[in-house]
């Protein structure tokens, strides 16, 4: 079992940045890869961005690539998310997800079926 807490979100103007972080706890030694997804107001929760916690390779949703960046601290168990030219349709609450199941397939941790475990989310507001 492992245990999520986000950080970061905030209010910015339109083009803004602002850095998420997920502080991991528990069962970390396995964990296969961490993601990020949002949720605004009557839609469904969406990826964003997913990194494997061993190896490091990333994957972005086509409407943050460029402009968002996810990294890892594995010692110290963490997950940080930079979002940079923020937009007003990246308003959402925005959450961390932790993995333990394994694959190759570079499109697996882009759906929200192999994530087990999630955090509490943080609201992240851009405005026009």
């Known amino acids: 079992q492992v245990q999520l807490v986000e950080s970061g979100g905030g209010l910015v103007q339109a083009g803004g940045s602002l850095r998420l972080s997920c502080a991991a706890s528990?069962?970390?030694?396995?964990?296969?890869?961490m993601g990020w997804f949002r949720q605004a107001p009557g839609k469904e929760r969406e990826f964003v961005a997913a990194?494997?916690?061993?190896?490091?390779?990333?994957y972005y949703a086509d409407s943050v690539k460029g402009r968002f960046t996810t990294s890892r601290d594995n010692a110290r168990n963490s997950v940080f998310l930079q979002m940079n030219n923020l937009k007003p349709e990246d308003t959402a609450v925005y959450y961390c997800?932790?993995?333990?199941?394994?694959?190759?397939?570079?499109?697996?941790?882009?759906?929200?079926?192999?994530?087990?475990?999630w955090g509490q989310g943080t609201q992240v507001t851009a405005s026009s």
């Open positions: 997800a932790a993995s333990f199941k394994y694959s190759a397939d570079t499109d697996y941790y882009t759906s929200i079926r192999p994530y087990g475990y």
């Open positions: 990194i494997r916690w061993s190896g490091g390779g990333t």
């Open positions: 528990g069962r970390t030694f396995s964990l296969a890869a």
